[in-house]
DNA sequence: GAAAAATGGATTTTT
DNA sequence: TCCATTTTTC
């Protein structure tokens, strides 16, 4: 990028010496967020507008004029971004940014809430449930209710999960949820109802929150005890939140009360790529800014560093036809480089051949195969494309897929842990339990009965012998576990999760996994490499929630806070969502036909359908010099046999001139797909 | 309680 | 088509 010169006609005054030369490595709006943005500011930051790089600037900025690194709450919107943030802070300081507060809304949720539970009456030992462990218990719930299922169609406890966590992060009642999201269910809405009261009773019983009770909880806490509130909104002298389009209503509440003292609050964001509303993100939360903060000022970063000039034209066409947003044109910094392309191709077969088929070609011209993506809108449009890479030979990797820390395998071993942490924690004995052979739902309820009889003092359960009124196998079992309990009991290793888990492991959960699943080698490593990964920590509770609140992926290394992963030459496949904030050389969108992207559930509402052309805009503007937008005109649906599919509206309603036109033609004597232009 | 067979449902997904 | 979950059967 080019500096720009930038006149400083109000320099701050400063005693300090400001050893970085911040008019040298910013533009002058990025420049002008860094030095200036006191009180309430909105930063519209453009795809590709470095905008992360503005932030990272202002933090240093901040410290550099003396603002101690605690002062500072810094809230973005993925632990990979915190990270990322946070290092770059350091590397740019010289030094270790010790005592920033820095993390998701989640993160920092957890970790204001462990210093003041008590204030709220919650044990500071709580556990976090994830997803599955949420939906594990909201069936419960569903059960022990005895709701008539049988008769109509009553929704999955993942769903009734998905309108209860939607309820309190928009924080709308269930009956508005369910009227405005699932009409369908309405019939349902009281049930939805008691099933959230007692799930929110479970909880409280148990001594576990959910990923929502992090957010509800932590504005219940600052709302209830005055001394807390007053303590943080005195401390964070400057709040800054980063993705400020995807936040929730909670979200927005909490960062309104924690920058009320000081009112330096600086949100971050691009209206443009608001994609997330299906969790409850609220476009409004930034688009309404202005309003809320009468006096904010706006700046506008819309110089893009990133596309060339066709392609951001393409991206700055598309965005248009939206009316909810702030108009913003950008404009790149290169020249017009290669007109973006729509190809038509036959079929999903004929797409998968020549995406393959572009790959090879684009690597052979001098663009790295991990410089290319192909995003789409959703995963199973991938699997076509799998095949073919597989069959030419094409690494490639797909991102996202079973998380690491959501396999059944890892999920076991923790439950231990868990258990150590917080004794009366019911889902993770009753987890621990059932592994056994012997032990089933039934009696693993009935062991968590006697259990808790014993106040959850796990080193009398593992001495005690209560199995007089159980049968001789489900004995055996709990024989099994008990050996287990014993193993991570016997000396204190609180300190040290690594041991912990090798304990599981040798008291019998390594013999478990040899029995049970056929890739057992394969799962082994895993929980090695967990061993390795709880080493680096030094005690049993922040290794824990962390595990819970990490978004790492199967195959991904776990690389510890700030360090850098390996990443090898291979193809990324993608949903687009997933693609977010990151950009390659070449971009190939697939699946650009109608029902498919914008997705068929989106074409009533207009509000969706902006929320779906938001996301073709993230998709465009994820590419730096070369994109390819396909589109195949049959398609094979499973129920309605061969369909045939008009292109996608987002490119129907751009101009000709914005793309060239491709057509595909396929040589049967070689069975390969030639590309004519 | 565990294994086998049948059903149904399929955007997007972080924490 | 393919998977995850539920129901049935032993």
Not at 89 to 117: D, P, Q
Not at 175 to 200: C, H, M, N, T
Not at 521 to 537: G, I, K, S
Not at 620 to 630: D, F, I, P, Q
């Amino acid at each position: 990028m080019s500096p720009k010169k930038y006149v400083l006609t109000t320099a701050p005054s400063t005693d300090r010496h400001l050893s970085i030369d911040y008019a040298k490595e910013l533009n002058a709006s990025q420049l002008e967020v860094a030095m200036t943005a006191e009180g309430p500011c909105l930063v519209l930051a453009g795809a590709g507008s470095g905008k992360t790089r503005t932030l990272i600037y202002r933090v240093a900025y901040l410290l550099e004029r003396g603002v101690r690194p605690e002062e500072i709450l810094l809230v973005t919107f993925t632990n990979k971004a915190a990270h990322e943030m946070r290092s770059r802070v350091e590397t740019l300081l010289k030094t270790k940014s010790k005592g920033l507060w820095c993390g998701t809304f989640h993160h920092i949720g957890n970790r204001v809430l462990r210093m003041y539970a008590d204030r709220i009456g919650l044990s500071p030992e709580f556990g976090i449930l994830d997803a599955e462990d949420s939906r594990d218990l909201v069936k419960a719930c569903v059960k022990s209710l005895d709701i008539k299922i049988s008769d109509s169609r009553f929704p999955k406890p993942g769903v009734v999960h998905a309108i209860i966590s939607f309820s309190v992060n928009a924080k709308k009642s269930v009956r508005d949820v369910v009227r405005q999201r699932y009409p369908y269910f309405s019939q349902f809405a009281d049930d939805f109802e008691r099933i959230k009261r007692l799930y929110d009773e479970k909880k409280r019983k148990t001594s576990n929150l959910d990923f929502d009770d992090l957010l509800a909880r932590w504005t219940e806490l600052l709302q209830t005890s005055i001394e807390t509130r007053e303590r943080l909104t005195r401390q964070f002298r400057y709040v800054l939140v980063d993705e400020y389009q995807d936040t929730n209503r909670i979200q927005q509440e909490l960062v309104a009360l924690l920058s009320s003292h000081h009112k330096n609050l600086l949100v971050v964001g691009d209206d443009a790529q608001s994609i997330y509303s299906f969790r409850a993100a609220d476009i409004k939360n930034i688009l309404d800014f202005p309003e809320q903060h009468e006096n904010a000022k706006i700046f506008k970063l819309e110089t893009n560093y990133r596309s060339t000039a066709s392609i951001l034209s393409l991206a700055n066409h598309s965005i248009k036809h939206n009316v909810h947003q702030f108009p913003k044109e950008l404009k790149s910094v290169h020249g017009p480089g290669a007109t973006p392309q729509f190809v038509k191709v036959r079929d999903g077969r004929q797409e998968a051949a020549f995406v393959a088929q572009r790959i090879v070609e684009q690597n052979q011209s001098g663009i790295e195969v991990d410089e290319i993506a192909v995003l789409f809108r959703a995963r199973y449009q991938a699997a076509e494309l799998e095949l073919e890479l597989a069959k030419r030979g094409i690494p490639y990797v797909i991102r996202g897929g079973i998380r690491f820390f959501e396999q059944a395998h890892i999920k076991d071993a923790l439950s231990f842990l868990k258990l150590l942490q917080n004794p009366m924690d019911e889902i993770s004995w009753i987890r621990a339990l059932t592994l056994q052979s012997g032990i089933g739902a039934g009696f693993a309820e009935k062991i968590f009965g006697l259990a808790a009889a014993e106040k959850g003092d796990l080193k009398k359960v593992a001495g005690a012998d209560f199995g007089q009124s159980l049968p001789a196998r489900v004995r055996d079992g709990l024989a099994g576990f008990k050996k287990i309990l014993k193993g991570i009991t016997n000396d204190d290793l609180r300190d040290h999760p690594d041991a912990l888990i090798e304990r599981v492991l040798d008291g019998g959960y390594n013999k478990h996994v040899l029995m049970n699943f056929e890739n057992a080698q394969e799962r082994l490593e895993d929980l090695r490499e967990l061993v390795n990964f709880a080493h680096t920590y030094k005690n049993l509770k922040d290794f824990l929630a962390d595990v819970t609140l990490r978004e790492s992926f199967k195959g991904e290394t776990i690389v510890d806070a700030g360090g850098d992963e390996d990443e090898s030459a291979e193809l990324v496949l993608s949903t687009i969502h997933q693609a977010k904030g990151l950009e390659w050389k070449a971009i190939f969108v697939i699946g650009l036909s109608e029902g498919l992207f914008p997705h068929a559930k989106s074409m009533e509402n207009e509000d969706e359908l902006e929320e779906e052309r938001r996301l073709f805009y993230v998709a465009v503007t994820r590419a730096k010099e070369e994109l390819t937008l396909v589109h195949a005109m049959t398609r094979f649906d499973y129920n309605a046999g061969t369909v045939i599919n008009r292109p996608s509206v987002f490119v129907a309603e751009l101009p000709s001139s914005a793309y060239d036109d491709v057509e595909v033609e396929e040589n049967n004597d070689q069975e390969e797909t030639i590309y004519i232009d």
